[in-house]
């Protein structure tokens, strides 16, 4: 930098890459010619990094507020419109999703762009603490918290694994979304819970499927699950050490809860009849989604993961008369 005559310096930056500003600013010489003005000519944020408009938003704020201490005076983000999906390197349009992007950055609402301002974002584990079975030191657990699939928590193990996501304030949870990190791909079983604020731990879901890199599984609750502290997701197997890119978690303002049946260790049934074959047991809380009558007469509560277990063995929680009435 210090080789040339320069009136300014124009570098191009993105966050969430493998460099992070400081070590762009020494290699590159910055630190050492402060009298030189540098502007960062373009900057966005990638739609293969970032899911959602609203966390390109605040990498953006979070990017241009740091690379201030590192001498940059001026910010040039890339692009307005947004470019078409198929090109590959796309970046967030300012004015996609109702202005995220531009409105976030705006003087109005960010007078001074060294300084960050609180942004909503509806992935309510965004930025949370997390802890874990295990993992390596360059892929610590919050790595799947940071809103970026270009990063991962990694285990450095096989399965049994377990990550933990703490929300801080209890939630009403109605999906959870998982970005895997495998190699190589092949069945994984997965099972993700909801921990409520006493403790007790909900099984949302067992996840039980090939599964690949980059690939999102999603758990899509039929009502929201109130009270959620935390998300709680074990890996029993997998042939790949056990990994996560992404764990979001969104809440619902709908004032049902989901219904929850309650029990220690009250058989899981393949059909709703004591005839056909254990499933599984019910260890704490499993969310049910359904119910009906069975051939034997008795009322059948049925899980996500289409398991199902007698009404009159276990005790529940929650909006359990909102579920269709039994046939």
């Not at 874990?132 to 892929?139: D, G, M, V």
Request: with cysteine.
């Amino acid at each position: 930098l210090g080789i040339a005559s320069l009136d300014f310096y124009d570098f191009h930056a993105y966050p969430g890459g493998d460099i992070d500003l400081e070590r762009l600013a020494t290699n590159f010489g910055m630190l050492d010619y402060p009298e030189i003005p540098v502007i960062m000519g373009e900057t966005g944020a990638f739609r293969f990094i970032y899911d959602g408009a609203d966390l390109a938003a605040i990498a953006l704020q979070e990017w241009i507020a740091e690379s201030c201490q590192y001498g940059f005076d001026g910010w040039l983000t890339w692009d307005y419109f947004g470019a078409p999906r198929n090109v590959g390197d796309e970046a967030w349009g300012m004015v996609m999703d109702d202005g995220a992007i531009m409105n976030a950055l705006a003087p109005t609402n960010q007078a001074d762009p060294c300084q960050t301002t609180d942004l909503e974002i509806a992935n309510v584990a965004y930025g949370k603490s997390a802890t874990a079975s295990n993992y390596l030191p360059e892929e610590h657990p919050e790595n799947a918290t940071d809103g970026s699939t270009e990063t991962q928590w990694g285990s450095g193990g096989d399965a049994p694994q377990w990550l933990q996501i703490n929300l801080d304030t209890p939630r009403s949870v109605s999906r959870v979304e998982l970005t895997v990190a495998q190699w190589p791909s092949g069945e994984t079983q997965h099972r993700v819970y909801g921990v409520l604020s006493n403790g007790q731990r909900v099984l949302l879901k067992e996840l039980i499927e090939d599964t690949q890199e980059a690939e999102v599984l999603i758990i899509e609750l039929p009502m929201p699950l109130a009270d959620v502290i935390s998300i709680r997701v074990e890996t029993l197997r997998s042939p790949s050490w056990v990994s996560w890119k992404e764990v979001e978690v969104y809440e619902s303002e709908n004032e049902t809860s989901a219904c929850v049946a309650l029990a220690n260790g009250a058989n899981l049934r393949a059909e709703p009849s004591t005839t056909t074959a254990v499933a599984g047991l019910v260890n704490g809380g499993v969310v049910i989604g359904q119910q009906t009558v069975g051939d034997d007469g008795f009322i059948w509560y049925g899980t996500l993961n289409d398991t199902w277990v007698r009404s009159d063995v276990v005790s529940t929680s929650g909006d359990c008369d909102r579920l269709p009435a039994p046939e």
